[in-house]
């Protein structure tokens, strides 16, 4: 037993010995980027923050896109077949939980831009114009997703800052606070004299980053929404007397969707994208490959064979409901109604028909257009898997900035400036120009000219119209055939209700957060 | 060590290690270790990369013993073992998960033109409390030789607890919107008996033997760290449907418990657990997990002359199979017959159980309880009969050894599962189970021919 221990005597002593060799583990990381506390320093490390930044707003918008648009009135969600994306079709149907996965992913995605943007914020060192610039781009898109929470969740926490780990479980906030974040961020942001400005309105490249005047239009939008009607219009009509921005004239209204236009006079802000095979992996989307129409029950021929990209996947086909507001505004051969969606028989004298014995799901024999993808759209035409395009992803364009403009001066009372400014939309859409403006007129115009464009459901919520609109939404189901339509799937609890005016706080995050209370009917 | 990407990764691993080993007439055994493992700095921190492993076994060999000598005539020799150790894993860390290193994630344009910003941010968001995960086995056994070598058997009992199981992915809340740093978060346990029995002997020049295991597995998750509800594991279209969750097998199948088809529509009902009158998330429950309540294998071995006959089958009991191949958005591929046609409901058949065709809830429906299968199955996994072609014959061509043989590989399964195989799997520890349709063990037929010069 004496020598046992000796042993471990041995061992012991060895083990001192050579400790000193432990410094080889001190591998250092290939490449080292530095910390977050050092990074933050140069211009050039800055702006990779930034580019950081929008690439997760490019990734939160497909999910911003699908919940904002599934949730108003004017598609079916549809796909290949009933239960094909489940959670997009509760959230049409009104029949989702707090369990929605996709409600789930929009709220941590907004969340996540709100890191990246706070990570400039905060650990930024240094006040070279880039610096600054980017500090206050990084507000502009705070703002921007303190904006959706607000108006979706209403309570969801306000952000502000880098949260240490001891933070990770706030509680509930405000509206209040909300708006005060988004108010402070964005006049922070404009008046900070940091932000650029368009050179004119055909001018492409600087809008790629957020300008002076998408801040206008966002704090703008702010103020519409708290009911701030003068600060609105006051904010509004900067971006409008800029003349930075125009409306989509140089082609047809429909082509202003298309990758051939990115960057567009009418565009406020989009997420890019290139015509770049080398990175089209990295920059693909499902956003088009989902919103083409279902191309295994379809036959494409003549021109719609030449010019789609199929193998599509059939999601946020038009309402019959929809199509009728059109027809009773612009009548059935509307050049708007025309270049924004198409009946069926529009539909096969372009070429395409449904196979015999098919059947469309979710589908009332209206398909939308202007949200199709076309090839000349795609870096490469793959029809196994559609989602290759280069169409910039779009958060706001100038149509939007005018009817809220519009909205925000005839609430104000300026109903000349209200006028004028439904009518440059109309005349767009060659429609006739109205002489006098209601409240009504301008949400029927917002509607159609914005239709699927991820505004219609804040705005109903906002003018509580939508237990007028969507009550009832989700109650059956299309199905279209060659020989009709069917409403083959029905639900029996459906419809927006009260507690729908505040979409639920997640289920997940009211069970790993005690200090999250749910929302209001939930 | 070179990546796929071209890039070098080096690791560096320190250890130390002491053995003491006692051994007193053969009779009692005792052996003791201690190891201290030091990791990389792209594994842990200076702080907590040191981990210390001691282990201690002993055997006594029974049958030395003066007691046990009137026995010996019959009971070769009979030894007891104990063993109790730990060893410590960082397999699933690499990259300097814990630190809030900046990395690069991503090109964005910032003009016009093919012209990228290269994008960067903080790796994970940290966690310099992160250390070794540690495993701990404890065993127990017998092992003994009867009649003159013609008997053997083997009795163990095993415990092994993992703790401190390094988790990524974990969200403390949907707030924080950075990628978390992995964390200890977890323990499990497995636990059961092994026996062994095998029997050898000759009647005349007829040589045969056979052997026979089988092994009991009891499988639990026994802690998990409070900020984690549970560890969401395997994906199935758009659902998580394996998970990683306090007091359950590790990586169950989750999903809702399917009631009956309602025979007035051909729809799918499922159990309304939380009672609140609808079918939601509250509703998910544990409808089943992979691992078996035991496992089995017998070889047959039997020799005649120039003859030969090998028989070997493994079986297992008690583990599910998930199939995961029905998908609502693929209407016309990758269904089974057995699973979704036969017996379905239809006008004319009102009490099938089977859904109807575009029945409502099929999503809810493929992750349902209807989709989990009794996975048990016995495979012969070969029979062999061969011939030695005698010497002397041999001799006259030349050769020292010939054999023929016919083999039938995996060739029979004995199982109720409808889908291919029940030892389905999508992947070794989160998919244990997912029958994703993944391309089955063939069934073959070998002849073959060995020959020796």
Known sequence: ?????????????????????????DIEKHGNMGSQETYYTTDDNVNSATASLYLQMRSLHYNWFMTKNCLADDVWSAGGSRGDNGDMERLNEYTFDMDNGMIQSLYSGLYSVIYKANLIIDKVQGDTPTMKRAINEA??????????????????????????????????????????????????????????????????????????????????????????????????????????????????YDMQFHAKYNNNCESMFELQKRND????????????????????????????????????????????????AFVAQEGANGYRLNKTMMTYEQLEAFGVSVQPGATVYGCEGYFMWKNQSLKEDCVMDFSAFQGLQYCNLKVMRYAEVLLLAAEAQLQAGNTAKALDYINQIRTRAKETPLTSVTLNDIKTEKRLELCNESVRFQDLVRWGDAITAMGQQGKEIP?????????????????????????PIPLKELNLNSNMQKNAGW | ??????????????????????????????????????????????????????????????????????????????KFRASWGQNGSLSALSGYSYSTDMAQGGLYPFTSGINYTQAAAPSTMGNDELKWETSEQLNFGFDGILFGGRMTFGIDYFTKKTKDLLVWNTTPSLIIGGATSPIN??????????????????????????????????????????????????????????????????????????????????????KDLDGDGKISDGDLTNIGDAIPDFTYGITLTAAYKGFDLTVFGTGSHGNDVFNCINRPDYTTSNRLKEVFYDNRWTPTNTTGDKPRAGANDMDK?????????????????????????????????????????ASLDDYFTFSSYPGFDPEASANSTTGMGIDKGSYPTSKKIVFGLNVEF
């Open chain 1, 479 to 503: 199905s279209f055939t060659t020989t009709g339509v069917k409403w083959g799937f029905q639900n029996t609890n459906y419809g927006f209700k009260e507690k729908h005016m505040l979409l």
């Open chain 2, 1 to 78: 060590m070179k990546s796929v990407s071209g890039e070098t990764v080096d690791n560096t691993k320190y250890s130390y290690f002491g053995r003491l080993s006692y051994d007193y007439l053969g009779r009692y055994l005792l052996q003791a270790s201690l190891r201290a493992d030091a990791a990389d700095l792209s594994k842990l921190s200076k702080k907590t990369r040191w981990g210390y492993f001691p282990a201690v076994s002993a055997g006594w060999t029974i049958s030395e013993e003066k007691f046990f000598q009137p026995l010996k005539k019959w009971f070769d020799s009979l």
């Open chain 2, 365 to 405: 429906y493929a992750i349902s309880s209807a989709l989990v299968y009794d996975g048990s199955y016995f495979k012969i996994k070969q029979i062999q009969l061969g011939y030695t072609l005698p010497k002397n014959l041999l001799k006259k061509v030349a050769i020292n050894h010939a054999r023929i043989y």
């Open chain 2, 185 to 270: 978060a977890g323990n499990v346990e497995n636990k059961g008996f092994e026996f062994e029995l095998g029997w050898r002997d000759h009647i005349g020049d007829f040589n045969y033997s056979i052997r026979a295991n089988l092994s009991t597995l009891k499988n639990e998750v026994t802690y998990i760290d409070p900020s984690i509800t549970r560890v969401a594991g395997s994906t199935f279209h758009t659902y998580t449907v394996t998970w990683f969750e306090q007091g359950y097998p590790v990586y169950y199948f989750r999903g809702y418990e399917f009631d009956k088809i309602d025979p007035e529509t051909g729809n799918p009902l499922f």
């Open chain 1, 1 to 25: 037993m004496k020598k046992n221990i000796l042993y471990i005597a041995l061992l012991a002593v060895a083990t001192m010995g050579f400790t000193s060799c432990e410094d080889q583990l």
């Open chain 1, 277 to 324: 095979q080398e990175q089209m992996g990295n920059q693909l989307d499902m956003l088009l490959l989902m919103q083409g129409w279902r191309s295994d029950v379809l036959s494409y021929s003549g021109l719609a064979n030449s010019v789609i990209a199929q193998g599509t996947y059939g999601f946020m086909n038009p309402r019959k409901s929809l199509y009728d």
């Open chain 1, 139 to 252: 507000k502009v898109f705070r703002a921007w997703a303190h904006f959706e929470l607000v108006t979706l969740w209403g309570t969801a926490p306000v952000v502000d800052h880098l949260l240490e780990p001891s933070e990770y479980r706030k509680g509930n906030s405000t509206p209040a606070d909300h708006w005060a974040l988004i108010e402070s961020d964005l006049t922070a942001a404009i008046e900070s004299g940091t932000l650029p400005s368009k050179s004119d309105a055909d001018d492409q490249e600087t809008g790629i980053r957020a300008t002076q005047e998408l801040a206008e239009a966002f704090l703008g939008k702010a103020y519409l929404f708290q009911g701030k009607y003068n600060e609105a219009a006051t904010m509004l009509d900067k971006v409008i007397s800029s003349g930075k921005y125009a409306l989509f004239t140089a082609d047809d």
